[in-house]
C-alpha cells in the first residue's frame, strides 16, 4: 500500500513538472511558442497567455509551493524512482527561471521610475519594496487595506433598460445583475469631494465581472483619498456590441448623477479598463454624448477627463484575426465589415475625435510579452495620438513593460505595484492640472 502512495505521488510530481515547464517556456515568450500559438494552435492562446501570466506575477509563491512540493514528496518516498530524481532537476531549473522572472519585474523598476518622473518633474525615485508595507503587499497577492468601505451591487439601469434587457434576452434575470457597480471609498470624512476613476472590466467582452478590486485602485483609494467604480455590463453572445458601450455609458450618467452621495466628484471623472475593457474605455470617452450610444439620454453629459488603458484592445481593424473576432462573435455581424471597424477601433478614432474636441489624455500601459493584445496596439495608438496632436504632447503616455504579460495587474507583484504607482502620479497630476484651470 506504501509503495503505491509512493509511485501514486512520484507520478503526480512528475506530470506537475512537465506541466509547470511548459507554461514556463511559455512564459519567456520566445517567437516559436508565439507562433504556434498565435496561428497553429490559436485557440489555446488565451489559457496559455493566462498561465503564463500567473508564472510571472507569482512567481515567489510558486517557489515556496514548489519547495513544500519537494518535502512532501521526500516525505512519501518519491525520489526512490529514477524519473522522478531527474524530474527533481528539471524543478531545480524551473525554480531558476521563476527567479528570473522576479529579478526582470525588480528592473521595471526603472521603468516605471522614468516614467514617473516624465509626468512629475518633482517627484523621485519610487521607494524600495524592502520595506514592511510593501513586503506585506507581496507576500499576500489579494491584500487589501482595512479601512476601505465597499458599496456593492448597485443597479445603474432604468426600469425601463431593464424591461428590454430582460425583453431582448428572453426573459434572462441573469441580465440585469450585469447592470451593477461596485464603490469603493476610503473610510473617512472629508467635505470635499474626491475625484473619481471607474474601471471597466476585461473578458473578450463575452465574459468576466466587476468584482475584482485591482492592485492600483487599492493606491489610490487608500493613499489618494479617490472614490473608484467598478462597473458590470452585458456581454456578447446574448448582447452583442455595442450594448457593451450602451451599457459603459448608462453607468457613467448614473455616476455623474449619484456619486457625490458617496464623497465623488461627478464633474472630475477617470475612466480606465483592461483589454476589452480598455476598448470601451476609450470608444465612451471618443463617443462623448454621442446619442447614437445614449437611447433615451441623449442630452446626459458623458464626457470624462482621461482615460487609463491596461493592456488595452485597441487596434481591431488592422489584424485579421482580431477583425473577425470582433465582427463576428462580439458584435454578430454576418461578414467582416470595414466601416463598422472604422467607427469602433479606438485607433482608428483618435484623428476624428480630436477633430471633434473630444480628446483626453491617455495612458498606456503595455506587456511586451502579451500575446492577447499584442504591445504594437497601445504602440499604434500612440502613434496615431501623437501624429493627430504632434510629437511633442505629452498627453499620451506609452507604458512598456519588457517582461509583462496580458494579466500583470490583478494581484500584488514588484510589477503590479511598479504599475500602480505610474498610475497614481498620472492620475494626480491630471487632477492637478484640472483644478488649475
Not at 250 to 269: L, T
Not at 342 to 348: E, L, T
Request: aromatic letters at 10%; glycine letters at 6%.
Amino acid at each position: 500500500m506504501l509503495q503505491f502512495v509512493s509511485s501514486l505521488v512520484a507520478a503526480g510530481y512528475i506530470v506537475s513538472v512537465i506541466v509547470f515547464g511548459f507554461f514556463t517556456l511559455c512564459a519567456f515568450d520566445k517567437p516559436f511558442t508565439r507562433e504556434l500559438f498565435a496561428h497553429t494552435l490559436r485557440r489555446y492562446l488565451f489559457i496559455i497567455e493566462v498561465m503564463s501570466s500567473g508564472v510571472t506575477e507569482s512567481c515567489l509563491h510558486l517557489i515556496m509551493v514548489k519547495l513544500a512540493l519537494i518535502k512532501f514528496v521526500n516525505y512519501c518516498d518519491g525520489f526512490q524512482y529514477m524519473l522522478t530524481k531527474i524530474a527533481y532537476w528539471a524543478d531545480i531549473i524551473n525554480m531558476l527561471f521563476l527567479l528570473v522572472f522576479f529579478y526582470e519585474m525588480l528592473t521595471e523598476k526603472a521603468v516605471a521610475d522614468t516614467t514617473i518622473r516624465s509626468i512629475d518633474e518633482k517627484r523621485g525615485p519610487i521607494d524600495s519594496i524592502i520595506c514592511m508595507a510593501d513586503i506585506k503587499k507581496l507576500m499576500n497577492p489579494v491584500w487589501t487595506p482595512d479601512d476601505i468601505k465597499v458599496h456593492p451591487n448597485i443597479t445603474y439601469a432604468t426600469n425601463e433598460e431593464i424591461r428590454e434587457a430582460l425583453t431582448t434576452t428572453n426573459h434572462d434575470y441573469n441580465q440585469p445583475r450585469k447592470m451593477m457597480l461596485d464603490i469603493y471609498t476610503h473610510d473617512n470624512h472629508l467635505d470635499q469631494l474626491k475625484p473619481v476613476l471607474i474601471h471597466i472590466h476585461g473578458g473578450a467582452w463575452t465574459m468576466g465581472n466587476k468584482d475584482i478590486f485591482y492592485p492600483y485602485q487599492k493606491l489610490l483609494v487608500k493613499e489618494n483619498d479617490w472614490v473608484v467604480v467598478n462597473i458590470g455590463y452585458r456581454l456578447a453572445p446574448k448582447n452583442p456590441y455595442p450594448t457593451h458601450l450602451k451599457d459603459v455609458k448608462r453607468a457613467i450618467r448614473w455616476i455623474k448623477q449619484n456619486i457625490a452621495s458617496f464623497g465623488g466628484n461627478p464633474d472630475f471623472i477617470v475612466l480606465a479598463g483592461d483589454s476589452a475593457g480598455a476598448h470601451l474605455a476609450a470608444m465612451a470617452s471618443m463617443t462623448t454624448n454621442d446619442p447614437e450610444y445614449q437611447p433615451g439620454f441623449e442630452h446626459v453629459d458623458t464626457s470624462v477627463k482621461g482615460v487609463i488603458s491596461l493592456s488595452g484592445a485597441l487596434d481591431m481593424a488592422n489584424d485579421a484575426h482580431h477583425a473577425i473576432f470582433f465582427c463576428k462573435k462580439v458584435a454578430k455581424l454576418d461578414t467582416l465589415d470595414p466601416v463598422f471597424l472604422s467607427h469602433h477601433s479606438p485607433v482608428s478614432m483618435v484623428q476624428n475625435t480630436k477633430d471633434q474636441n473630444k480628446l483626453v489624455p491617455f495612458l498606456l500601459i503595455a506587456g511586451e510579452r502579451d500575446g492577447l493584445t499584442e504591445s504594437r496596439m497601445s504602440k499604434s495608438f500612440k502613434r496615431a495620438y501623437n501624429e493627430a496632436m504632434g510629437t511633442d504632447n505629452k498627453d499620451c503616455i506609452l507604458v512598456l513593460l519588457p517582461g509583462g504579460h496580458h494579466v500583470s495587474y490583478i494581484g500584488w507583484s514588484p510589477r503590479s505595484l511598479y504599475v500602480g504607482r505610474v498610475i497614481q502620479s498620472w492620475c494626480t497630476q491630471l487632477y492637478i492640472k484640472q483644478q488649475k484651470q
